[in-house]
């Protein structure tokens, strides 16, 4: 799996969403680990490239769930952190990830 070649010595994957979540007008994995959330991607039809997102766990500031939609329900994640991230996916998808995230915290 080319994703193990983005983890540093001493990562260890805690959790992977099965479902790609939108970030910006992108969607990737998302990959928890000990020390880094990591959005994943493989981008292209003929040949592949790799696009890889990382945020330092001991950088998040705090983290918002929320559901948007009526009939098409959306859970919406927002990670403050030097930067604020906003993912967005199918709601037991997101809903499984924050319980996930909230262990660190």
Known sequence: MPLENYLI???EIR???TRALRYGAKRYELIVTNKRLLLYAQR???I???DVVSFKLDEIQGIN???T???GKRGHIIVE??????????TSEVRALYQQ???FF
Request: hydrophobic share 25%.
């Open 9 to 11: 010595p001493g990562e």
């Open 15 to 17: 959790y992977h969403t």
């Open 44 to 46: 292209g039809v003929l």
């Open 48 to 50: 592949k490239n790799d």
């Open 65 to 67: 769930y929320r559901e």
């Open 69 to 71: 939609g009526m009939v």
């Open 81 to 90: 952190s030097r930067t604020r991230i906003d993912l967005e996916g199918d």
């Open 101 to 103: 995230l909230m262990q």
